[in-house]
Each structure stands twice: as structure tokens, then as C-alpha cells.
């Protein structure tokens, strides 16, 4: 079974720019989150899909953050414009409803410079 | 809203040591997840615990799930090199829109040959 697939795994841009993320679920994997990890921090949440509508966004930061996942398989996370705090890991992760657990991608580790 | 913290931050061991780390929900949980995650690398789930009071075993690895379902522990007997890494606990909270899991802050687990 093939896991969680992200790209980029790495990226560096200027603040102000704008940035894309990309994540293929496990087939059949109904669920899909988009988690931010800081540097020495746990995941935490930003975004929850089933299949392609959105659950839970109560963390995203709506007015530079947004995600879509239009087809209900493979998803976006965008950052426009981005700030030096956004720098972190986004983990794609994706989940049989209703569990029982996470299987996450590699993440891609974005750096604001 | 839902807090999970985690202690130690950081536990330096020598090869063949035991170590503990725990982990304590500001509210009552229905379950709770553990992962690994190795440097570099992304989070791994390990078990999870859904009954009060619950005891699982994996190898040298035991968790327990609290009786109150409000804190839970991972024990590690004789650590080896391979358990190097940040081990999370992840609780089931109640978003606004549904039920997703709050990642811990995590504990580093560095274990000296």
C-alpha cells in the first residue's frame, strides 16, 4: 500500500510571497488533514477534509492560509502572502473514517525567509 | 479549548535505562494516540488507548490510559539506540465542527550508547 504523498519535500521563499503544498492520501482514505508543525512542537491541526468537504478549519488562518480538495482525492494548501512564523513542517495526513489513527506523509518543510 | 502537555520536554538516557514520559489533557478524553517520530522524520503511530485504566504492550514498550481518561504514560524498559526520537500523545478533543485529536508537545528521547 503506498503512503501519503507530499511535494515538495522542501521549500524556500521570501516573506510576502505566496507558496503551494501538495498531498495525495492513501486510496480510499476518505479523511485528509493538513497539520503545521513548528520546530520542538507537536502537529497541530489546520485543516479537516471528508472526502471534499471540509470539517473542521476552526485553526486555519483564513485570511492567508486556504485548502482545497476539489475531487475528493488529492489536496492543496496555500500561503499568500507568507509570514517568517509560518516557517514549519505541513504534514498531510489522511485516516479511514472513523479512525483509528493518522498515517502522515513526509511533510515539507517550508522556510520564510 | 483542549490543552494535552507533556513532560519531561526532553529525557537523556543511557543505553539500557527505562524511561517515562507522560502525558495530562486538560479534559476528559475519549481515547488516546501515541506516535513516534524519529529526527527528520514524520510521526508514526504507535497504539491506541480507548478504556479507563487501559494497559497495552508492544515489546518493551507499555501505555496506560488513566483512570479518570484524563492523563495517560508511555514506559520504555532498557532503551535501545533505535528509540531515539519525539514521542507524542495525541487525545480525542471535540472541535467546532467534529472530532479531531490534539497533539501533545512532545518529549525528545535521546538515548547515549
Known amino acids: 500500500e503506498a503512503g501519503v504523498a507530499q511535494s515538495p519535500r522542501y521549500k524556500i521563499i521570501e516573506k510576502r510571497q505566496s507558496v503551494a503544498f501538495w498531498c495525495n492520501p492513501i486510496?480510499?482514505?476518505?479523511?485528509l488533514y493538513w497539520y503545521q508543525q513548528i520546530l520542538g512542537q507537536g502537529p497541530k491541526l489546520l485543516i479537516q477534509?471528508?472526502?471534499?468537504?471540509?470539517?473542521?478549519d476552526s485553526q486555519l488562518p483564513k485570511d492567508r492560509f486556504s485548502a482545497e480538495r476539489l475531487k475528493g482525492v488529492d489536496s492543496t494548501l496555500k500561503i499568500q502572502p507568507a509570514k517568517l512564523e509560518d516557517s514549519a513542517v505541513y504534514l498531510c495526513?489522511?485516516?479511514?473514517?472513523?479512525?483509528?489513527?493518522?498515517?502522515f506523509g513526509s511533510g515539507t518543510r517550508l522556510t520564510v525567509v | 479549548g483542549q490543552q494535552v502537555m507533556q513532560i519531561p520536554q526532553y529525557q537523556h538516557v543511557q543505553e539500557g535505562e527505562d524511561f517515562t514520559t507522560y502525558c495530562n489533557s486538560s479534559?476528559?478524553?475519549?481515547?488516546i494516540q501515541w506516535y513516534k517520530q524519529r529526527p527528520g522524520g514524520h510521526p508514526v503511530f504507535l497504539i491506541q488507548?480507548?478504556?479507563?485504566?487501559e494497559v497495552k504492550k508492544q515489546k518493551r514498550l507499555t501505555f496506560q490510559f488513566g483512570e479518570a481518561k484524563k492523563n495517560s504514560s508511555l514506559h520504555i524498559t532498557a532503551t535501545q539506540t533505535t528509540d531515539v526520537g519525539t514521542y507524542f500523545c495525541?487525545?480525542?478533543?471535540?472541535?467546532?465542527?467534529?472530532?479531531?485529536?490534539?497533539f501533545g508537545p512532545g518529549t525528545r528521547l535521546s538515548v547515549l550508547p
Open positions: 495526513a489522511s485516516s479511514l473514517p472513523p479512525g483509528p489513527f493518522y498515517t
Open positions: 477534509f471528508q472526502n471534499n468537504g471540509v470539517v473542521d
Open positions: 486510496s480510499g482514505h476518505a479523511t
Open positions: 479534559t476528559t478524553l475519549s481515547n
Open positions: 495525541a487525545g480525542l478533543g471535540m472541535g467546532y465542527y467534529g472530532q479531531n485529536f490534539v
Open positions: 488507548l480507548v478504556k479507563s485504566g
